[in-house]
């Protein structure tokens, strides 16, 4: 049952173009949306949230889309940067912090 | 580094056997998570515990089972292990189970079951 689905693998992304990644959730209960950031051998960290009563928020080069209609985000990186090269995954949960789910992740690569 | 610990870092075992993760949150935070990686997948979500209780469950087979001890530490036991139990599992941690809290992971224990 995967209620969060991240349908790119990968992306590749020249340095200083957008990046874009997406996702896509089935359960309308979800209230809390998250982008993780992994590097090989380390892992997840925390990159950005968005409640579901916004539809955008924004820190510094990251920016993440709600569109509840359409049970869709997306993470926009302005400008990329070859550092920003991670798998990307996104989450979503309820209301308190239990079970959280996440994607399969997205791998960005960018290009110098 | 986000405060979390968890070892060994690696594990390579045979199936049949039991093995042990160990899990140290951040200093202060009260709920530990585990989660479970197997290759090309999403993290899928083990177990939570909240102040030395279980919280909640999510995909946990009966051969695994964990808990939190006094000092907020978690232990993930893996019995009868598998082939396809060979994964990366990661412990996170967070001060309480508010839906805004951030969840903070560790570095991860990858198992390799032979």
């Known amino acids: 049952d995967q209620q969060v689905k991240q349908n790119s693998p990968s992306l590749s992304v020249q340095e200083g173009r957008i990046s874009i990644l997406n996702c896509d959730y089935t359960?309308?209960?979800?209230?809390?949306f998250l982008w993780y950031k992994k590097y090989p051998a380390e892992g997840p960290t925390f990159l950005i949230s968005i409640s579901s009563i916004k539809d955008k928020n924004e820190d510094g080069r990251f920016t993440v889309f709600l569109n509840k209609s359409a049970k869709h985000l997306s993470l926009h990186i302005v400008p990329s940067q070859p550092g920003d090269s991670a798998v990307y995954f996104c989450a979503a949960r309820g209301d308190n912090n239990n079970d959280m789910r996440f994607g399969a992740g997205t791998r960005l690569t960018v290009k110098p | 580094d986000s405060g979390v610990t968890q070892t060994p870092k690696h594990l390579i075992t045979a199936t049949g056997q039991r093995v042990t993760l160990r899990c140290s949150p951040r200093?202060?935070?009260?709920?530990v998570y585990w989660y479970q990686q197997s290759l090309d997948q999403g993290l899928q979500f083990l177990i939570q515990y909240y102040n030395g209780e279980e919280r909640a469950k999510g995909n946990i087979l009966e051969r695994f089972s964990a808990q939190q001890f006094p000092d907020l530490h978690s232990e993930l036991n893996l019995s009868s292990l598998e082939l396809g139990d060979s994964a990366l599992y990661f412990c996170a941690s967070s001060v309480g189970v508010g839906g805004l809290e951030t969840q903070y992971f560790g570095p991860g224990t990858r198992l390799l079951v032979l």
């Open positions: 200093s202060g935070d009260l709920s």
């Open positions: 359960n309308s209960m979800f209230d809390y």
